[in-house]
């Protein structure tokens, strides 16, 4: 059983681990969610592993993002059950699953800066907000940057960025609240290929270098395959196939396939 | 094609909802109030943008005002030779009506527009999503800064917008109707009680609750990119306009028993 903060959670506990020591950062269990008619979760399954990197791909408005948002808690299922770190988010009182969403990162789509902070002001803005010394900000702040290749920008305001530098500061506020986990919704979108390759690598980096769990949504095929260390593929409210990025490649499987077919350069689909 | 009732019913349900979530956020903001310390440099950012910058166009809507007020009292009282009540009527309509309501639409378009717009946007590119990600609490990191000071500054906007009215009526009962600005003043301390400024202070400081949790349920409840921004910002100014009359009718009411 995995406990955080020297807590004991036994009362709940993940139904996929059931108590025992769990290798899963992430595992949902017939996870279901609607919005008015339509079913965007379907008995959603899912198990991620610790330190692994999980490429969920899928057409635009598969839902998504939605499940991603289900983890930072800023939506709750209808039904079934979502745990992280071993505990199920459902059955946790509202403070602990609180403090257990600390331990989870998200780099929205759209960066989600705040367009009235400075850089230095955006990467601490959590940490001030929890009353850390305005010294101890400063150099966690710092090291953030430069962790991301960010140095010097501190006094700049979101509008002055680069769509690819934007990223980069989501990903070092992200990162200065130390995660244990990392979410990228739909990373790559709007930014061109050499961009695009930016945020690739630095995905790539946060995983060897934090080791931390990250969960990627994208429908960018050539991300996908560059950054998995396995890819589901959504279709109709679940994952219909998860696989290694080679298994992925040479899936029989039409929505895959299809969607590859869709999402891949040619000249990338047989590299 | 709906049916006019259908459709009226739709708009009753929908204002009913808004009037619901409203409610509902006046607490969780008043929870988090005592912990405003905290965010002291927030408070005086948006006491200043909503009071210190409201000054200039607050004076000169009032200071007209009082001259119209002057103008029309003191042309009705001339056919009784009475333009020396000029004084009464100018100071009580301002400090107990006038002062607060013209005030409070003042705000409510200038400053609850403002906060609408700045949260809508906020919603529309997820940037409320971040700070809830991130362990911040919208309501206590955008509500609570906006509604301390505006229940904060608008009693004292409203009490300079008295005082430039009243100074305002004075210049025209002095020119247009020989009253001289002794007699004038001396009538206005002498008319206005406790009780009616405190009329007054009490509407303002309602008036500026209800602008700070229109807005911002406004901007938390906009969907739809720049349209959508736009429709947040011409609903919360028209919803803010009746919610100040019907409470200003109220208070009146309550405090005239």
């Given at each position: 059983?995995?406990?955080?903060?020297?807590?004991?959670?036994?009362p709940?506990?993940?139904?996929?681990?059931?108590?025992?020591?769990?290798?899963?950062?992430?595992?949902?269990?017939?996870?279901?969610?609607?919005?008015?008619?339509?079913?965007?979760l379907?008995?959603?399954?899912?198990?991620?592993?610790?330190?692994?990197?999980?490429v969920?791909?899928?057409?635009?408005?598969?839902?998504?993002?939605?499940?991603?948002?289900h983890?930072?808690?800023?939506?709750?299922?209808?039904?079934?059950?979502?745990?992280?770190?071993?505990?199920?988010?459902?059955?946790?009182?509202p403070?602990?699953?609180?403090?257990?969403?600390?331990?989870?990162?998200?780099?929205?789509?759209?960066?989600?800066?705040?367009?009235?902070?400075?850089?230095?002001?955006?990467?601490?803005?959590?940490?001030?907000?929890?009353g850390?010394?305005?010294?101890?900000?400063?150099?966690?702040?710092?090291?953030k940057?430069h962790?991301?290749?960010?140095?010097?920008?501190?006094?700049?305001?979101p509008?002055?960025l680069?769509?690819?530098?934007?990223?980069?500061?989501?990903?070092?506020?992200?990162?200065?609240?130390?995660?244990?986990?990392?979410?990228?919704?739909?990373?790559?979108?709007?930014?061109?290929?050499?961009?695009?390759?930016?945020?690739?690598?630095?995905?790539?980096?946060?995983?060897?270098?934090?080791?931390?769990?990250?969960?990627?949504?994208?429908?960018?095929?050539?991300?996908?395959?560059?950054?998995?260390?396995?890819?589901?593929?959504?279709?109709?409210?679940?994952?219909?196939?998860?696989?290694?990025?080679?298994?992925?490649?040479?899936?029989?499987?039409?929505?895959?396939?299809?969607?590859?077919?869709?999402?891949?350069?040619?000249?990338?689909?047989?590299? | 094609?709906?049916?006019p009732?259908h459709?009226?019913?739709?708009?009753?349900?929908?204002?009913?909802?808004f009037?619901?979530?409203?409610?509902?956020?006046?607490?969780?903001?008043?929870?988090?109030?005592?912990?405003?310390?905290?965010?002291?440099?927030?408070?005086?950012?948006?006491?200043?943008?909503?009071?210190?910058?409201?000054?200039?166009?607050?004076?000169?809507?009032?200071?007209?005002?009082?001259?119209?007020?002057a103008?029309?009292?003191?042309?009705?009282?001339?056919?009784?030779?009475?333009?020396?009540?000029?004084?009464?009527?100018?100071?009580?309509?301002?400090?107990?009506?006038?002062?607060?309501?013209?005030?409070?639409?003042?705000?409510?378009?200038?400053?609850?527009?403002?906060?609408?717009?700045?949260?809508?946007?906020?919603?529309?590119?997820?940037?409320?999503?971040?700070?809830?990600?991130?362990?911040?609490?919208?309501?206590r990191y955008?509500?609570?800064?906006?509604?301390?000071?505006?229940?904060?500054?608008?009693?004292?906007?409203?009490?300079?917008?008295?005082?430039?009215?009243?100074?305002g009526?004075?210049?025209?009962?002095?020119?247009?109707?020989?009253?001289?600005?002794?007699y004038?003043?001396?009538?206005?301390?002498?008319?206005?009680?406790?009780?009616?400024?405190?009329?007054?202070?009490?509407?303002a400081?309602?008036?500026?609750a209800?602008?700070a949790?229109?807005?911002?349920?406004?901007?938390?409840?906009?969907?739809?990119?720049?349209?959508?921004?736009?429709?947040?910002?011409?609903?919360?100014?028209?919803?803010?306009?009746?919610?100040?009359?019907?409470?200003?009718?109220?208070?009146?009411?309550?405090?005239?028993?």
């Open positions: 059983m995995v406990t955080m903060s020297g807590k004991s959670f036994l709940f506990v993940c139904p996929v681990c059931t108590g025992e020591a769990c290798e899963y950062d992430l595992a949902a269990v017939k996870l279901n969610r609607s919005f008015g008619d339509k079913i965007v379907r008995d959603f399954e899912i198990k991620v592993r610790r330190g692994e990197t999980f969920i791909i899928g057409a635009s408005g598969c839902g998504k993002s939605v499940f991603l948002k983890i930072v808690g800023l939506l709750q299922p209808d039904s079934g059950s979502l745990c992280v770190f071993g505990r199920d988010l459902r059955a946790l009182p403070a602990q699953a609180e403090e257990l969403h600390r331990h989870i990162g998200m780099v929205f789509q759209s960066s989600a800066l705040l367009a009235s902070l400075t850089v230095r002001e955006n990467v601490g803005l959590a940490l001030v907000e929890r850390m010394p305005a010294e101890e900000v400063e150099r966690i702040v710092k090291e940057l962790l991301v290749n960010l140095d010097g920008t501190e006094d700049l305001y509008a002055e680069s769509g690819g530098m934007r990223k980069r500061v989501a990903v070092a506020r992200t990162l200065a609240m130390n995660p244990k986990m990392i979410l990228y919704d739909e990373p790559t979108t709007g930014l061109d290929p050499i961009m695009c390759d930016d945020v690739d690598n630095l995905i790539l980096d946060m995983k060897r270098r934090l080791k931390v769990t990250s969960i990627v949504v994208t429908h960018d095929m050539v991300t996908a395959f560059r950054v998995a260390d396995r890819i589901g593929m959504m279709h109709g409210g679940r994952l219909v196939e998860i696989g290694t990025p080679e298994e992925i490649r040479r899936s029989e499987n039409p929505i895959i396939r299809e969607f590859i077919a869709r999402n891949l350069p040619t000249e990338a689909r047989t590299l | 094609m709906k049916q009732l459709i009226l019913g739709g708009r009753v349900l929908e204002a009913a909802q009037i619901g979530e409203c409610a509902a956020l006046v607490p969780r903001t008043l929870a988090h109030c005592p912990s405003a310390y905290r965010q002291r440099q927030r408070v005086l950012a948006q006491m200043t943008r909503a009071g210190y910058e409201s000054l200039p166009i607050a004076a000169a809507l009032s200071f007209f005002t009082g001259l119209v007020l103008l029309h009292s003191g042309i009705a009282l001339r056919t009784f030779r009475a333009e020396a009540e000029l004084a009464r009527i100018v100071a009580l309509s301002l400090v107990k009506e006038m002062g607060p309501i013209l005030t409070g639409m003042l705000i409510a378009g200038r400053v609850g527009a403002a906060i609408a717009a700045e949260i809508g946007t906020m919603n529309i590119n997820e940037e409320i999503d971040a700070l809830r990600t991130m362990g911040i609490n919208p309501v955008l509500v609570v800064p906006r509604f301390l000071a505006l229940i904060v500054m608008l009693p004292l906007l409203v009490t300079y917008a008295d005082i430039i009215g009243i100074c009526g004075a210049f025209m009962a002095k020119s247009h109707f020989g009253v001289s600005y002794t004038y003043f001396r009538t206005v301390t002498r008319v206005i009680w406790f009780q009616d400024i405190l009329e007054g202070l009490i509407k400081t309602l008036f500026g209800l602008v949790i229109i807005a911002c349920q406004f901007g938390f409840r906009t969907r739809g990119g720049a349209e959508g921004v736009g429709r947040a910002i011409t609903r919360a100014v028209v919803s803010t306009f009746v919610a100040l009359f019907v409470c200003d009718y109220f208070v009146t009411r309550l405090m005239n028993y």
